[in-house]
């Protein structure tokens, strides 16, 4: 069987809504993106902010400063707190030069780093025969895709799923692992793939595949960690001390008394993900032999959402095209996502409370983010009825050598 071939016209369509949606959620943030905002407090509407155009001095990026290498200056807030990939990126777009306010400057290359990054993982949803407007017509693609470079990680994501459907297994390897240096979720899927290879018999394949994606994760990573052990360690320091952000189950938690130690917290998210991803890969395997299991990435980043401490909008990005691969209805994604747009309108107001005393309290942010878990687990409990691929997504035999 063959995957459901794609008209150039049907390719061309799914880009422009690609970019209408991502360049209208730009332009909705470019009022924060000047020096008015972050430098003069020429405060404009709120929910126009973004943490792009802060970088160049939250990361120290207006010299020549080397991410990792060149230490930090002290600051109240430490820099280098991103992977490698990232780092560099950010390091790359503030060294464009150009005339004019430096945060627009900076806030207009990224944009365009990331509209390459969302058409990329448009084009590699076609190319896998996947129901693309889920993702090109997305709302948390308005609303967060610019909030930070988070397109960049699922785009080699996306990618390298696309290598694996087409058995390209040691090319896959090396894009997650690619991935994994600027974001370290894509390396998560490694394991998946290589179930999958592994019960069709390609022990070759998921050989290849792991080795090109710790290779490139490895390569990505160690010359800094030797180098600049401190600087690279930072992001690990940080995400294992944090206590849980506002908008988690484990912040609601404690707001209802039950306060749960931080480490506590690191060693549970770790064992729902890795338990909850296993029972529900074994169930579904069992109850649908038909089911590849690659598409177990799909639960594997769910629970990874519903259960970590750490969260940000832009995190929802992270699914979309699994949603596009997958064959959840479209009306239990758009109240999930509407509800994704609701918490990312709430948790402003509620800061603009916490900072200024004139916004909304903290039940308002609680609430959605209550209806937020319980529409992305209704999403996880259709996916586990109804796990195969949609009906356009036909991965390639492998080859025979």
């Given at each position: 069987?063959?995957?459901?071939?794609?008209?150039?016209?049907?390719?061309?369509?799914?880009?422009?809504?690609?970019?209408?949606?991502?360049?209208?959620?730009?332009?909705?943030?470019?009022?924060?993106?000047?020096?008015?905002?972050?430098?003069?407090?020429?405060?404009?509407?709120?929910?126009?902010?973004?943490?792009?155009?802060?970088?160049?001095?939250?990361?120290?990026?207006?010299?020549?400063?080397?991410?990792?290498?060149?230490?930090?200056?002290?600051?109240?807030?430490?820099?280098?707190?991103?992977?490698?990939?990232?780092?560099?990126?950010?390091?790359?777009?503030?060294?464009?030069?150009?005339?004019?306010?430096?945060?627009?400057?900076?806030?207009?290359?990224?944009?365009?780093?990331?509209?390459?990054?969302?058409?990329?993982?448009?084009?590699?949803?076609?190319?896998?025969?996947?129901?693309?407007?889920?993702?090109?017509?997305?709302?948390?693609?308005?609303?967060?895709?610019?909030?930070?470079?988070?397109?960049?990680?699922?785009?080699?994501?996306?990618?390298?799923?696309?290598?694996?459907?087409?058995?390209?297994?040691?090319?896959?390897?090396?894009?997650?692992?690619?991935?994994?240096?600027?974001?370290?979720?894509?390396?998560?899927?490694?394991?998946?793939?290589?179930?999958?290879?592994?019960?069709?018999?390609?022990?070759?394949?998921?050989?290849?595949?792991?080795?090109?994606?710790?290779?490139?994760?490895?390569?990505?990573?160690?010359?800094?960690?030797?180098?600049?052990?401190?600087?690279?360690?930072?992001?690990?320091?940080?995400?294992?001390?944090?206590?849980?952000?506002?908008?988690?189950?484990?912040?609601?938690?404690?707001?209802?008394?039950?306060?749960?130690?931080?480490?506590?917290?690191?060693?549970?998210?770790?064992?729902?993900?890795?338990?909850?991803?296993?029972?529900?890969?074994?169930?579904?395997?069992?109850?649908?032999?038909?089911?590849?299991?690659?598409?177990?990435?799909?639960?594997?980043?769910?629970?990874?959402?519903?259960?970590?401490?750490?969260?940000?909008?832009?995190?929802?990005?992270?699914?979309?095209?699994?949603?596009?691969?997958?064959?959840?209805?479209?009306?239990?994604?758009?109240?999930?996502?509407?509800?994704?747009?609701?918490?990312?309108?709430?948790?402003?107001?509620?800061?603009?409370?916490?900072?200024?005393?004139?916004?909304?309290?903290?039940?308002?942010?609680?609430?959605?983010?209550?209806?937020?878990?319980?529409?992305l687990t209704r999403c996880l409990v259709l996916w586990i009825r109804d796990p195969l691929p949609a009906a356009g997504v036909v991965a390639r035999e492998p080859r025979r050598t």
């Amino acid at each position: 069987m063959q995957p459901m071939r794609r008209s150039t016209t049907h390719l061309l369509v799914m880009c422009l809504v690609t970019s209408a949606v991502f360049l209208l959620g730009a332009a909705q943030k470019s009022p924060c993106a000047s020096t008015d905002w972050i430098e003069g407090g020429v405060h404009r509407p709120f929910l126009c902010e973004s943490d792009l155009p802060h970088m160049p001095i939250s990361e120290q990026l207006t010299g020549d400063r080397r991410p990792y290498l060149d230490a930090c200056e002290p600051a109240e807030r430490p820099c280098d707190e991103y992977p490698p990939l990232t780092m560099y990126a950010l390091r790359a777009i503030a060294s464009v030069p150009g005339q004019g306010d430096p945060y627009t400057r900076f806030y207009a290359v990224s944009v365009a780093l990331l509209l390459l990054c969302a058409l990329a993982i448009t084009w590699s949803l076609e190319q896998m025969g996947a129901r693309t407007i889920l993702f090109a017509a997305a709302p948390v693609l308005l609303t967060t895709g610019t909030t930070s470079l988070d397109l960049l990680p699922v785009a080699l994501a996306t990618l390298g799923t696309l290598a694996y459907l087409r058995r390209r297994n040691l090319l896959a390897g090396f894009l997650l692992g690619v991935g994994a240096v600027a974001k370290i979720y894509p390396a998560l899927l490694a394991f998946p793939f290589g179930i999958d290879a592994i019960r069709r018999r390609d022990r070759r394949g998921a050989a290849r595949l792991g080795v090109g994606a710790v290779t490139t994760t490895l390569a990505g990573n160690l010359p800094f960690a030797v180098a600049a052990t401190a600087s690279w360690f930072t992001l690990y320091r940080l995400n294992a001390s944090r206590p849980a952000d506002y908008e988690t189950l484990w912040h609601l938690a404690a707001r209802l008394g039950l306060h749960v130690p931080t480490a506590v917290i690191n060693a549970a998210s770790l064992i729902a993900v890795l338990a909850g991803s296993a029972w529900i890969g074994r169930s579904v395997l069992r109850r649908h032999p038909n089911t590849p299991a690659w598409m177990l990435a799909f639960p594997l980043l769910v629970l990874l959402l519903l259960t970590g401490k750490v969260w940000s909008s832009q995190y929802s990005l992270w699914l979309l095209p699994w949603f596009a691969l997958g064959r959840i209805r479209v009306l239990p994604f758009l109240q999930y996502q509407l509800a994704e747009v609701a918490e990312f309108l709430i948790r402003y107001l509620y800061f603009a409370t916490v900072l200024g005393g004139n916004g909304l309290p903290y039940a308002f942010l609680g609430g959605i983010v209550v209806i937020r878990a319980a529409l992305l687990t209704r999403c996880l409990v259709l996916w586990i009825r109804d796990p195969l691929p949609a009906a356009g997504v036909v991965a390639r035999e492998p080859r025979r050598t």
